[in-house]
């Protein structure tokens, strides 16, 4: 039997699995967001989504690559991986504020001013200009913005830690 597959590239197994790993961060953010736990430590499953996203795309990678991979390959996968699934995410949240509940970004708003007041050593001023700040990340294109750049940090990070776990390069003299 003739093997005549492509190889897997880095682009594509990041793009698959960019989508893969958003669609299932889409789903978790609309329950938490439907159940109002979207402020409780249950937000930190997302990270565990991504982590388990970048781990799963580079081992498939690397199954590809006859069980090799090399760091800026895994680094490579979980940056594409990160950039997709933040613009997924990026565009979920901007439907979900904008059309789907129009109230979540005002309830937002309002826990965010009652934890600081709670925590205390601000005044009602700063308070008001953080507010402000704050504010101008909630909006449509910052939301959209703010959560590429998010993913694509956070994922990177995350990526530099799974590819020195899942690393295997090709040796040399081969």
Same mark, same amino acid.
Request: aromatic share 10%.
């Given at each position: 039997?003739?093997?005549?597959?492509?190889?897997?590239?880095?682009?594509?197994?990041?793009?698959?699995?960019?989508?893969?790993?958003?669609?299932?961060?889409?789903?978790?953010?609309?329950?938490?967001?439907?159940?109002?736990?979207?402020?409780?430590?249950?937000?930190?499953?997302?990270?565990?989504?991504?982590?388990?996203?970048?781990?799963?795309?580079?081992?498939?990678?690397?199954?590809?690559?006859?069980?090799?991979?090399?760091?800026?390959? %895994?680094?490579? #996968?979980?940056? =594409?991986? +990160?950039? $997709?699934?933040?613009?997924?995410?990026?565009? @979920?949240?901007?439907?979900?504020?904008?059309?789907?509940?129009?109230?979540?970004?005002?309830?937002?708003?309002?826990?965010?001013?009652?934890?600081?007041?709670?925590?205390?050593?601000?005044?009602?001023?700063?308070?008001?200009?953080?507010?402000?700040?704050?504010?101008?990340?909630?909006?449509?294109?910052?939301?959209?913005?703010?959560?590429?750049?998010?993913?694509?940090?956070? %994922?990177?990070? #995350?990526?530099? =830690?799974? +590819?020195? $776990?899942?690393?295997?390069?090709?040796?040399? @003299?081969?």
């Amino acid at each position: 039997m003739d093997n005549t597959a492509t190889p897997a590239t880095t682009g594509a197994v990041g793009i698959r699995y960019g989508i893969l790993t958003g669609l299932v961060s889409i789903i978790l953010s609309f329950a938490l967001n439907t159940t109002g736990l979207e402020q409780s430590p249950a937000k930190w499953i997302s990270l565990l989504v991504l982590a388990g996203g970048i781990y799963l795309a580079q081992n498939y990678f690397k199954q590809q690559q006859g069980g090799f991979i090399s760091y800026g390959q %895994g680094l490579s #996968i979980g940056a =594409i991986l +990160s950039v $997709v699934a933040g613009i997924l995410n990026g565009i @979920f949240s901007y439907i979900y504020v904008t059309y789907i509940d129009p109230e979540f970004i005002g309830r937002i708003m309002d826990k965010t001013r009652a934890d600081m007041e709670a925590r205390g050593g601000m005044t009602d001023a700063q308070i008001d200009q953080a507010m402000i700040w704050t504010a101008k990340f909630m909006n449509g294109p910052m939301m959209l913005g703010t959560s590429i750049l998010g993913t694509l940090l956070v %994922g990177f990070i #995350i990526s530099l =830690i799974v +590819s020195a $776990v899942t690393k295997n390069p090709r040796p040399e @003299f081969e």
